[in-house]
């Protein structure tokens, strides 16, 4: 078997096998997750992530690790943005955090769906019109552009979404949560909950996300490999890193900044291989990762003031 064959298969066991004790054991029953369980579960995550980098490092090639890394790292940080307006998507429908975990685990499960597909599709048209990666990077540099001046809301109005419009033409919908089901049965009607109705949310936002990171990531490595476990490994630990983020995401408010430099510089990247311009995978991770550590030191030592 060859040496990607047998990382694929060893990654397939490890999502699938924890996504199956997550819901079947582990949670069970809808409950709050505490701070210190969302910290060890984002740890988790993250140290598995290293793992399988480690592994790609030593079956691979160092290039192909490194680029794992890198677009890891970049989907991280872009999922940061999507937790911020997924907890402004629960806050505005008043949702328990007794069912935010069962929300996310479906939410994320929907992500894997879109994401395997998006980066499907993104991968064949890579290997036939290689002359999209230049429009990927001109979006990359035009979404760090943008990202740099938008001002984040603390309020939405959800209520009249265009994906909420669109559903009601198929589905009746409560405004109950109902124990945490998603349909229920009225007077021999099937009608669709809250919560499925936030699930709805959180895949459309999802995907709008996605139209960042999947090109962030192809220009990163055209590798498809690379780009959906690294894609898959960072939105399987979106859960534990969203209670986390909840507590202290208005502490790193630089953190935009340094999300909206890496953009660019991925799409600058990108367009600079018109001119046979390259940077190595390593200077690539080294930029990347010197920009998070410089964001999150900014915040700390220039915090906020309210």
């Excluded at 079956?59 to 907890?87: C, G, H, P, R």
């Excluded at 499960?109 to 597909?117: D, E, L, S």
């Excluded at 009608?191 to 949310?201: Q, R």
Aim: charged share 15%; proline share 1%; glycine share 6%.
């Amino acid at each position: 078997m060859e040496p990607n064959s047998t990382l694929f298969a060893i990654f397939c066991i490890v999502v699938v096998g924890f996504l199956v004790a997550d819901l079947g054991y582990f949670n069970r029953k809808a409950h709050k997750i505490s701070l210190s369980s969302a910290v060890i579960q984002t740890v988790f995550w993250i140290a598995v992530s290293l793992i399988f980098a480690a592994l790609i490092f030593f079956w691979i090639d160092q290039k192909t690790a490194t680029e794992f890394l890198t677009a890891y790292v970049t989907e991280k940080m872009l999922s940061v943005d999507n937790l911020f307006v997924i907890l402004l998507i629960f806050n505005f429908f008043r949702i328990s955090e007794r069912y935010y975990h069962r929300v996310l685990f479906w939410g994320i499960m929907g992500a894997i769906v879109f994401r395997g597909i998006f980066i499907g599709a993104g991968a064949i048209l890579v290997s036939n019109f290689h002359w999209i990666l230049y429009i990927f990077g001109a979006i990359l540099i035009y979404t760090g552009i943008k990202l740099l001046f938008d001002k984040k809301e603390e309020h939405a109005d959800f209520s009249d979404h265009g994906v909420l419009r669109f559903a009601k033409k198929f589905f009746s919908f409560t405004t109950d949560d109902h124990g945490g089901k998603f349909f229920v049965r009225k007077q021999g009607k099937i009608h669709a909950t809250l919560l499925f109705m936030v699930i709805l949310l959180v895949e459309a936002t999802d995907i709008v996300f996605a139209v960042d990171s999947i090109p962030a990531a192809f220009a990163i490595s055209q590798d498809p490999f690379v780009v959906f476990t690294s894609n898959i490994f960072a939105i399987m630990g979106l859960r534990a890193l969203f209670f986390v983020i909840e507590k202290v995401v208005h502490r790193f408010h630089h953190l935009q900044k340094g999300l909206s430099f890496i953009l660019v510089f991925i799409g600058v990247k990108m367009l600079a291989g018109i001119f046979d311009i390259h940077l190595s995978s390593m200077i690539s991770f080294a930029i990347i990762m010197s920009a998070l550590a410089i964001s999150l030191i900014m915040s700390i030592l220039l915090p906020k003031k309210i």
